[in-house]
């Protein structure tokens, strides 16, 4: 089963303001769902979104 974080368990666990989240949101930056009026994050989506904005170092 996929984990759902809240705004506030995805800025702890990528160390970012929760005000950061919510710009990344209205910025389309970040895809969340509300559920119950409140924004949630698949972890493994979030973990995909990260590899996908890596840049590689040689």
Not at 16 to 42: C, M, P, S
Request: no cysteine.
């Amino acid at each position: 089963m996929n984990e759902l974080m809240d705004v506030d368990e995805l800025a702890r666990y990528l160390k970012l303001r929760r005000q950061t989240i919510y710009n990344w949101l209205h910025e389309k930056k970040i895809a969340g769902i509300k559920v119950g009026g409140v924004w949630r994050f698949d972890r493994k989506e979030v973990n995909t979104w990260i590899k996908s904005k890596q840049q590689k170092v040689n």
